[in-house]
């Protein structure tokens, strides 16, 4: 199989020789001189402790990144980014206390002392079944990764920098080749990879405010069965074994997200958050394959842009009730930006040189309620509720991703040893039944079998995270 290259410029491409000749001439802030710091912060901690760690990361990423790479969200929206965040319910924007506010509230950063550096690694393991016209079935069990990594740093009582790598968005669905189904969808996985850069300003003592950059790598793979019909004579039908199509394609897009953090009384803080639209236009390749083998495939380059949608996160923070404090967060995000899966190809496939599947969906909110208690310095346990709303209407409600409406629970909490502080969390993500009773459309020629009945599903997903301190 042959898969389409995107040749674009590597966007890191002399940014490293840049950033080692330093990019602050004016203020005599260099690169080196940061480093030399934070291989001396105070505490003797060495540069060569330094390189260990960071290849314990870069060894823990690569060890996560063989497996699948895609989770459970809103939609296709990843909902793990840092165990604090998920083990109370992802209400988190006006607590923003650690490294993974880069995600969740950039203007968090400001709360730092001192520079750390932040991993995690989450894994998901989604369960789903279809019943209905007198047939059932379940997609296969198979588990799901991502990972969240964090470097941030104060560089003065006003200012603090810091850059994020996570996985926004991502998707994964396999049914059985035979099922129900199979006209619409046997497989399907979304992927992506964000790098986001962001500066946060301390522009009053109880105000700060940020602003970050994104780029984000994606890859999209989608597979379904065609019904294959000979008709040798008029009149005459003899249904063949059934076809496989596959599109397989990636690409790269650009965003910015914006945050603030306000305290108008202290153990009360104001949480704001935006995440901007991310258009990414995906180059690959969709086949058609025969079965039996000696029947010729159908293949051609082709094209799709998917709008990522943007969101915007609200939250308060009440934390004078020591030892606990408790967070409300209220996320809308705007679905509406996916409105058709819409491929356009350059030779035909199957007789077209299209492929335009109705999507519709609608904005929609997410409410999140956590809470965590100290049990004693050092030591947090923590726990949450959210309940997300579907973007998926009624009309275009489909198996590929069987959306509802979700509750999901959540437990965890955090240790510190000495400049280390580890986290656990646990979700338990409990979708409400749904019934499809709907037509699914291709090119606006309804698939043979629609699998219209009773669909359910739920998610056990686990994180782990270690922040360092330096």
């Not at 793990?80 to 950039?106: E, R």
Request: charged content about 15%.
């Amino acid at each position: 199989m042959m898969q389409a290259k995107v040749n674009e410029p590597a966007p890191w491409r002399g940014v490293g020789r840049k950033w080692r000749r330093g990019s602050g001439a004016k203020t005599g802030f260099q690169a080196l001189t940061l480093i030399r710091n934070l291989g001396n912060w105070r505490t003797g901690f060495k540069f060569r402790d330094i390189f260990i760690y960071l290849n314990s990361l870069i060894f823990l990423s690569a060890a996560l990144l063989l497996g699948a790479t895609s989770a459970e969200g809103a939609g296709f929206a990843l909902l793990q980014q840092g165990t604090a965040a998920m083990a109370q319910g992802n209400a988190f924007v006006a607590d923003a206390s650690d490294a993974s506010a880069i995600f969740y509230n950039p203007a968090g950063l400001n709360q730092l002392t001192r520079p750390v550096i932040y991993t995690g690694g989450f894994l998901n393991f989604p369960s789903r079944d279809f019943q209905g016209e007198g047939v059932s079935s379940e997609t296969n069990h198979r588990f799901y990764s991502s990972l969240s990594a964090y470097l941030a740093i104060p560089v003065n009582s006003r200012v603090a920098v810091g850059i994020g790598y996570f996985s926004p968005f991502g998707m994964g669905t396999a049914w059985p080749p035979t099922w129900e189904g199979r006209y619409i969808t046997t497989f399907s996985s979304l992927k992506t990879n964000t790098l986001n850069p962001v500066v946060s300003v301390k522009v009053l003592d109880n105000l700060s405010l940020a602003a970050g950059f994104d780029v984000m790598w994606s890859g999209v793979e989608l597979k379904k069965k065609n019904q294959v019909i000979f008709t040798p004579f008029p009149g005459v039908n003899i249904q063949l074994p059934d076809a496989e199509s596959r599109f397989n394609a990636d690409g790269v897009g650009y965003g910015y997200n914006l945050g603030a953090l306000f305290e108008p009384v202290t153990g009360v803080k104001l949480g704001v958050s935006y995440r901007s639209n991310i258009s990414i236009k995906y180059r690959g390749d969709l086949a058609l394959n025969f079965q039996p083998s000696p029947i010729p495939g159908q293949l051609s380059p082709g094209s799709a842009t998917l709008n990522f949608p943007p969101s915007v996160t609200m939250g308060i923070n009440y934390s004078r009730l020591k030892p606990f404090a408790f967070e409300f967060d209220a996320t809308w995000t705007g679905w509406s930006t996916y409105d058709a899966l819409n491929a356009t190809l350059e030779n035909p496939v199957g007789g077209s040189k299209r492929v335009f599947v109705p999507k519709d969906w609608h904005d929609a909110w997410a409410f999140r309620f956590g809470a965590n208690y100290e049990i004693k310095e050092g030591l947090k346990v923590r726990a949450g509720y959210i309940y997300d709303l579907t973007p998926v209407p009624d009309g275009t409600f489909d198996p590929q991703l069987p959306d509802a409406n979700r509750h999901i629970f959540a437990v965890g909490g955090d240790y510190k040893i000495g400049r280390f502080t580890l986290g656990i969390a646990y979700n338990y993500i409990l979708a409400e039944g749904r019934t499809k009773d709907n037509v699914i459309t291709s090119n606006g020629v309804p698939a043979p079998l629609q699998a219209n009945g009773r669909y359910n599903s739920d998610t056990q997903s686990l994180g782990v995270s270690c922040q360092f301190q330096f």
